[in-house]
């Protein structure tokens, strides 16, 4: 391409062919979401079976939050590097994320006032709320059907005692960010593959 | 003769125009990103950007990453309004052309 004039039907295509250039960028490879799901999926099944252990130290599991917070850092760094653009989609989920991240840690360090029956299942109205904006503006179903999933299971688990609570926590993370995080993946690879 | 809108000689140009078109959908983008979509040389595109720039239809950001220079282009408010009203100008002309 070169600044030679053009004629104005060139001129159409040309914005049709830069239009086609941005919308093809896939930048979502799920790793978020498969990172963070299977550390939660863990954890909160580590905890429901100490708990059935009867073991003091049933909320250990949880240690691994941090090693997820310093794995995401790392790989948030390492893609803003390579990533040559950066579009509204991106700026937009940047925003969602962050508001989801202080939102939960006000929930999480609220537990004391809240109440441990009522934590979790404000855990999932976040996970409901991040999950199905994702979903919505990355045009991915499986997101959408994830976040739903997220606030049917914040309802039934208000009427959970505590460890079964867990267990719904746990069916949320696989239904909401395992399963479409490797569906996510998939197509990611895909995509790569086509060379979009 | 029918009369139309004069076509943005700024923007009537091949590589310009897609380097405004493709600013127009993202929020930023690298110097690298364009030189890619576009598949012009480095320097031909180099000119173009600071054509653009010159008008004030993008705004160029010189940075550093990794003891690397970086550009990064965004289009502005003036840029987003040429390149509306160049599209319009081009839907008058099409219109008249096949009428």
Redesign the interface.
Known sequence: ??????S?????L??Q???Q???TRISEDGFMYLLWGWLVLIASLTQFVLIQMQSNYNGLAWLLMPVGAVISVVYSRRQS?SQ?????V??FMGYLWGAFGASLFIVLASTAKLGLASTYPMVLVLYGIATFVSGGVLKFRPLMFGGVACWVLSIVSMFLPFEFQLLALAAAVLIAYVIPGYLLRQQYKHAVVQGA | MPSFRE?DPLL???????VV??L???????F??LK?????TAG?LS??ITKLSDAGYISVKKQF??NKPLTVCKITAAGVKAFES??EA?KD??KI?RS
């Open positions: 391409m070169n600044d030679k004039t053009i104005e039907q060139e001129g159409f040309l914005i062919q830069m239009i250039a941005t919308k590097k040559t653009v950066r579009t509204y991106d700026e | 076509l009537h140009s091949e590589l310009r125009l897609a078109s493709l127009m959908n993202v929020k930023e983008a690298e690298t990103f890619e979509k576009t598949g012009a031909n000119v173009q990453r990794d160049y599209v081009l002309y099409l052309n």
